[in-house]
């Protein structure tokens, strides 16, 4: 192998006292690599892999896959790369492999659990995934290859998913938190995980029980939600204890004061659409950890998400 790669971004995220908060970009495509590094992403926090899957009958082959895998962690040499396994179900259906007569596929045979069922997907995934790190590895253009797995409800899910990505040769498998069984269980799920990462688009629809593709229950769907921020805080002392990273991945990055807080209650790197890197590193590097906590508490204190915000504004007018 050549000699390993440096990641070098033009920017590092970080709070006013130093504490270093990588921030990390949501990429669908493989090509999108080039604009996220050039708006500062410091590595790939959520790749998403639908895309693979997506106007096919069929699953596509090992071959096709590594090919994209291998762009992608070239694009990001040296860099942190989490990908997550297909999440097919809810409000990413596939005709192949979803059953669209559920009455509520949010609620049915999606993400961890459709893979399961169909686990010669998911070893192909996993094989494409582990054989595109090694290739680009041994070109000297590998990236740190995370492999996380969706909509994990529970610990013997993590263990399922963890153990069958280490067998298939993925270094460091993880679960995404999005279902609150999940957040409420982060110690025992991060003994086993080596990661977590939270979704708090799901984890919001499933707190709130509301659908995030519902007109009707929109209001429902804010992150802000002192629930959603109550579990956020469960899953960050999880790993905090156990000593592991906890990401966020949902939307609820993007937003500059919200980043704040969920840093506040835990978050060790945050991974949002690139063009939202660089109001969010501005945010942060205007506020000490000591801040953050205090302001995260200010939300976590109030009664709804709107309170939740105000809480969370005054608080950090004080501590700026
Ligand atoms: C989430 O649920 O927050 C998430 C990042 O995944 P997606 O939006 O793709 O479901
Ligand atoms: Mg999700």
Known sequence: ????????????????DGT??????????PEDATAARELGAEGVGLFRTEFLFLNSAEAPTVADQQAAYETLL???????VVVRVLDAGADK?????????EEN???GLRGIRVLRAREQILRDQLT????????????????ELWVMAPMVATVEETEYFTSLARELGIKTPGVMVEVPSCALLAD???QVADFASIGTNDLTQYTLAADRLLGSVASFQDPWHPAVLRLVKEVGAAGRDAGKPVGICGEAAADPLLAVVLVGLGATSLSMSPSALA?????????????ARAIAEAALAANDAASARAAAQAAASRTT
């Open 1 to 16: 192998a050549r000699r390993a790669a440096t990641c070098a971004p033009p920017t590092a995220g970080a709070l006013a």
């Open 20 to 29: 270093a908060v990588p921030l990390l970009a949501n990429l669908g495509k």
């Open 74 to 80: 070239s694009g990001f040499a040296g860099c942190k």
């Open 93 to 101: 259906p596939l005709a192949f492999l979803n059953d669209d007569t």
């Open 105 to 107: 596929p949010a609620l």
């Open 128 to 143: 494409a995934l582990a054989q595109a790190d090694a290739a680009t590895t041994e070109r000297g253009e590998g990236a």
């Open 188 to 190: 025992r799920v991060l």
């Open 279 to 291: 109001d969010v590193r501005m945010s942060l590097s205007g506020h000490s950890l000591d801040d």
